[in-house]
């Protein structure tokens, strides 16, 4: 649907609405109406890694922002973006994904309107961070159309969303020419519920399918050092050999069983429906303790273990501090979360190695500190 009948459909209809404004790294367009406001926000970051292929230090810092306006009663535009600011030497034999950057990145730029109390219609650039799949996903966002609907139950609520998409990559050149028949594109639909019981529980799952198409030439010669299997040589003629398309689920909940400690579990699994088995499976799970040591203090320790066989899923979308596809590995961190003002002091630590050796991926360790802070400005 246009978003000139997004307008029409908004304007002619009342609006149900949440007051919250959304800052930086919050919950991204699929999220309820909100009020104008403006929200920012700052990481201060290091991180190291170490590999036989790729090693170095990174420092620097992420600048980001969130502004939401209403328009109408029913329709609302977000704009968010983030910008980076780093500097540091990185040895890299085969790709430069790892280099200090200076960029800035569009997260969001979409119109959302809720003509009825249980839809959402949104189309423009917009986050995927929405699917909450890391196996998927890491800091992507893509021109799309996306269509929700919810609905709610006492503690429960549940629903439907579909997404439409161009698979923008802007890590790789895309010149014309490299795709098979149009530009590359992404579908994903997914049905979710989520129960709340107030502060002391609350539980998610999701089942989604997804469907790539038409990826790139140069995607796919990138993405074959990151893990993916590929046919071809060059960056003209690298194909991926495998097709993604296939089924993701997810599931959370946390649970505080005393005043002051609780537990937050997430797990997720991934399967490529076009690739042979023993290439196309991924799974993560997390365990992260929480202690509430003061009115202004939490502190969390996740420890998280994963596996990510070679054709999952497309590896340039993919985190690279994980090493994107084709790993197996762990991770251990600790964060402070600090109210008044509000920070968040974050390390963690992840050893990653090859599922299937190959000689351009190698066990690899990746360490990071960072500092965060959000600020609402109006």
Sequence with gaps: MSLLVLTILAMATPVWASPTLELPYSEPSHAPL??????????????????????????????????????????????????????????????????????????????????????FLSGGAQEQALWQSRLLFHEQSFPSLIQRTEWKTGNLSYGLRLEQAIASDTSTRQPWGNWANGGPSFFMEQVFARYDKGPSFSASATLGHFLYRDLSAPSAFQAQFFGN?????????????YAYQGFQAGAQAEIWFLPTWAAAVETEVLRNSSSPTGTNFGWRARLTPRWQASRKLKISLPVEIFRVQPDAAPALFQARQFGSSNRTGFLVGVQAEFQDPSLVLAAEWIESRPVINQSWQTPMTWLQVSLKSDYVVF
Excluded: K, M
Aim: glycine share 8%; no cysteine; net charge positive.
């Design 229 to 241: 299997t590929v046919d071809g040589i060059s960056v003209d003629d690298a194909r991926f050999r």
């Design 34 to 119: 909100s009020d104008n406001g403006l929200g920012v926000s700052s990481v201060l970051r290091t991180h190291s890694l170490d590999s036989e292929v790729t090693s170095g230090t990174v420092a620097g810092a992420e600048l980001g922002a969130r502004w939401n306006r209403r328009l109408f009663p029913q329709v609302q535009s977000r704009l968010a973006a983030d910008l980076f600011l780093e500097t540091g030497a990185v040895r890299q034999r085969y790709s430069d994904a790892f280099s200090p950057r200076q960029q800035l990145r569009l997260r969001e730029a979409a119109l959302l309107a809720q003509p009825v109390p249980w839809l």
